[in-house]
């Protein structure tokens, strides 16, 4: 059956069809097994634009599941193949990828893909805190990350992925290591703090937040801002309304994700402003999150129906 596809694969340009794409999509036992032998003895390169290629439609054709080519291609050898397999699982929740990901995340040869692993462990802690798993693969996936953010030897890039993902079991410790990235020169692994803070749900935080909104770094202001929306604390709000018109477009976006997401009557009347701004993404992304605040109130209030 993949005939077609590898026939394409053969061309000295392959660009892969669409049609011929979904025929790998939810492989029986018997099919990956043929699917594996002709995958083997691919190209790096060939290998990379066909699982970026698979990555891309399967985020936006919910209809197809590559989740049996991506499992196989976090054997593969190629570093970058098994970058793109955790992004291609990034949405899968099932427990058997939990070990595979602690394997990757602790032994690993490439610091991307150990990144990559830790910050896909990230949503396995996220189920663990809304009672959602096992509590034995809770402590895995908590042993895991702290194991790796424990290390001195490791790379702070795979240390910083680690403490966004942890940050949600919001442990004394936890904070310790929030603080330990908060007030390193490096300015990913601060970035890393804000996020951090946010993901702990703790308001104990914001006060590090709010000054951050100041911070001459777009990036920094980013992740500030988009932590304040975590917390959903009302305290922000007001903080957050001067950065709707923030000379970064992604810091606008966010400020206005943040104060959607945090409600209220001043929130919906800053929404309200944003709605008359001269760029249409801000326009839009404003109009998104007044729906969902209608929406949040007709279910409050049993409206609606």
């Known amino acids: 059956m993949f005939d077609r596809l590898f026939q394409e694969i053969n061309q000295d340009t392959p660009n892969f069809s669409s049609s011929v794409l979904a025929d790998i999509s939810n492989l029986s036992n018997e099919e990956m097994s043929s699917f594996t032998a002709s995958w083997d003895v691919l190209a790096d390169p060939t290998k990379i634009k066909l699982l970026s290629t698979l990555v891309e439609m399967g985020q936006n054709r919910a209809q197809l599941d590559f989740t049996s080519v ?7 050898s190629n570093a970058d193949v098994r970058c ?22 602790v032994n690993d040869f490439s610091k991307n893909v150990r990144s990559s692993a830790a910050s896909s462990l990230g949503k396995f802690a996220i189920l663990s805190q809304e009672n959602k798993l ?25 240390r910083r992925r680690a403490l966004e993902s942890a940050a949600i079991f919001n442990t004394d410790w936890i904070g310790e290591y929030i603080n330990w990235a908060y007030n390193s020169a490096e300015s990913d692994l601060k970035s890393s703090s804000l996020f951090a803070m946010g993901k702990t749900g703790d308001s104990y935080w914001l006060t590090y937040l709010l000054a951050e909104l100041q911070s001459a770094s777009p990036s920094i202001r980013y992740e500030a801002v988009s932590a304040c929306g975590e917390l959903e604390d009302e305290a922000a709000i007001s903080h957050l309304e001067s950065l709707v018109d923030d000379d970064d477009i992604e810091v606008q976006l966010a400020a206005i994700r943040s104060i959607g ?29 007044l729906g969902m605040m209608d929406l949040d109130d007709d279910l409050i209030f049993g409206h609606g129906g």
């Open 70 to 76: 991506f499992y196989l291609c976090l054997r593969d």
């Open 84 to 105: 793109l397999a955790i992004e291609g699982l990034w949405e899968y929740e099932d427990r058997t990828l939990i070990n595979p990901l602690c394997i990757m995340l």
């Open 134 to 158: 096992l509590e034995r693969d809770t402590q895995t996936v908590h042993d895991a990350l702290f194991d790796i953010l424990e290390n001195p030897e490791e790379a702070l890039e795979v």
């Open 261 to 289: 997401l945090i409600g209220g009557i001043l929130s919906e009347k800053i929404l309200k402003y944003c709605l008359n701004s001269a760029d249409q993404v801000v326009e839009d992304t404003a109009r998104e999150y």
